[in-house]
């Protein structure tokens, strides 16, 4: 199994060489991603539970004989068992101490800390950030809103400056294509980091009767459900005008019919028009991934026959 995957990575350094070009490296760089490979397929798909890097080292360490398996003690396990019983009745219930637990928690970041005056209100960010939805309904944007030092970015296209971004959406007219587009969004909030910047989610829904994306194309009648996205406007305090704007980052690939993308990409793809490159199109497992579920797969069943 070593021998297969050394050969396997070996062909893949090969392909995907490091930074130096020499037989040296290239077995060098295999057995580093086969040593890699084997202990993750182990991790990921064997019996054996490999101890979290993350946990610190400094916690008591148990080992329960029925199974083989190793645990640490956490304190939060230990909470979670004692409020195991305490929740006699039904687990949705939360006891007082859980309650406590869970507003004491520093995890939890809720308040938006403004150390600067001159900063722009929570309140008053998310209203210009509606505002400048409710004018495109979330499709471009008034260019008179936007900054000078504006810039549009997505998952794949971007980052794009104001003249390149109002010409490229100026190109599209969504609302002959989606006359009956019905826009969704929603959970608005300021970052607790970066007072300026919105956060919400956006979904959306219509039919495509007119033409689209260009005025030769004609309506293909799909419907278009998008997946919820993850978007966000970010708002100079001093000229109030949007100076960063983020779309399409989906958070459940599994809603709508787009194939799990955000964006026009999405759009595209529901109404039977993908454009023509991988980023554009509903994401499939690279050959290296399959490669290493299938000897994961076989790890698992090697391991399972000799238990």
Same mark, same amino acid.
């Given at each position: %199994?070593?021998?297969?995957?050394?050969?396997?990575?070996?062909? %893949?350094?090969?392909?995907?060489?490091?930074?130096?070009?020499?037989?040296?490296?290239?077995?060098?760089?295999?057995?580093?991603? @086969? #040593?890699?490979?084997?202990?993750?397929?182990?991790?990921?798909?064997?019996?054996?539970?490999?101890? *979290?890097?993350? =946990?610190?080292?400094?916690?008591?360490?148990?080992?329960?004989?029925?199974?083989?398996?190793?645990?640490? #003690?956490?304190?939060?396990?230990?909470?979670?068992?004692?409020?195991? @019983?305490?929740?006699?009745?039904?687990?949705?219930?939360?006891?007082?101490?859980?309650?406590?637990?869970?507003?004491?928690?520093? %995890?939890?970041?809720?308040?938006?800390?403004?150390?600067?005056?001159?900063?722009?209100?929570?309140?008053?960010?998310?209203?210009?950030?509606?505002?400048?939805?409710?004018?495109?309904?979330?499709?471009?944007?008034?260019?008179?809103?936007?900054?000078?030092?504006?810039?549009?970015?997505?998952?794949?296209?971007?980052?794009?400056?104001?003249?390149?971004?109002?010409?490229?959406?100026?190109?599209?007219?969504?609302?002959?294509?989606?006359?009956?587009?019905?826009?969704?969004?929603?959970?608005?909030?300021? *970052?607790?980091?970066?007072?300026?910047?919105?956060?919400? %989610?956006?979904?959306?829904?219509? /039919?495509?009767?007119?033409?689209?994306? $260009?005025?030769?194309?004609?309506? $293909?009648?799909?419907?278009?459900?998008?997946?919820?996205?993850?978007? #966000?406007? @970010?708002? *100079?305090?001093? /000229?109030?005008?949007?100076?960063?704007? $983020?779309?399409?980052? =989906?958070?459940?690939?599994?809603?709508?019919? @787009?194939?799990?993308?955000?964006?026009?990409?999405?759009?595209?793809?529901?109404?039977?028009?993908?454009?023509?490159?991988?980023?554009?199109?509903?994401?499939?497992?690279?050959?290296?991934?399959?490669?290493?579920?299938?000897?994961?797969?076989?790890?698992?069943?090697?391991?399972?026959? /000799?238990?």
């Amino acid at each position: %199994m070593i021998i297969l995957l050394f050969a396997f990575n070996l062909h %893949m350094s090969i392909h995907y060489p490091p930074y130096r070009y020499s037989l040296h490296s290239f077995c060098l760089h295999a057995a580093m991603r @086969t #040593s890699q490979s084997f202990l993750l397929c182990l991790a990921l798909f064997g019996n054996l539970v490999v101890i *979290d890097a993350f =946990v610190p080292s400094t916690l008591p360490l148990t080992t329960t004989k029925a199974d083989n398996k190793y645990e640490y #003690s956490t304190t939060s396990a230990l909470w979670a068992a004692e409020n195991e @019983t305490e929740s006699s009745s039904s687990s949705l219930e939360l006891s007082s101490k859980e309650i406590n637990e869970i507003r004491s928690s520093s %995890m939890f970041l809720t308040d938006v800390s403004i150390k600067n005056e001159k900063l722009i209100s929570p309140e008053k960010a998310i209203n210009i950030a509606k505002r400048f939805l409710l004018k495109s309904k979330g499709i471009g944007g008034d260019g008179n809103l936007l900054s000078e030092c504006f810039v549009f970015e997505g998952p794949v296209v971007g980052p794009l400056g104001k003249k390149q971004f109002v010409e490229a959406t100026g190109q599209v007219n969504f609302d002959a294509g989606f006359p009956d587009w019905k826009a969704q969004f929603y959970n608005f909030q300021v *970052d607790v980091f970066d007072p300026e910047r919105v956060w919400y %989610m956006a979904k959306g829904e219509g /039919t495509n009767t007119g033409p689209f994306p $260009t005025k030769d194309l004609p309506a $293909t009648y799909k419907k278009v459900i998008n997946p919820p996205q993850i978007c #966000s406007l @970010t708002i *100079d305090s001093h /000229t109030g005008l949007i100076k960063k704007y $983020t779309i399409g980052y =989906v958070a459940d690939r599994n809603i709508g019919n @787009t194939g799990g993308l955000g964006g026009l990409y999405g759009i595209m793809y529901a109404i039977g028009r993908p454009l023509p490159f991988p980023e554009a199109l509903p994401w499939k497992p690279s050959l290296p991934y399959q490669a290493f579920q299938k000897i994961g797969g076989l790890l698992r069943k090697i391991q399972k026959d /000799t238990n």
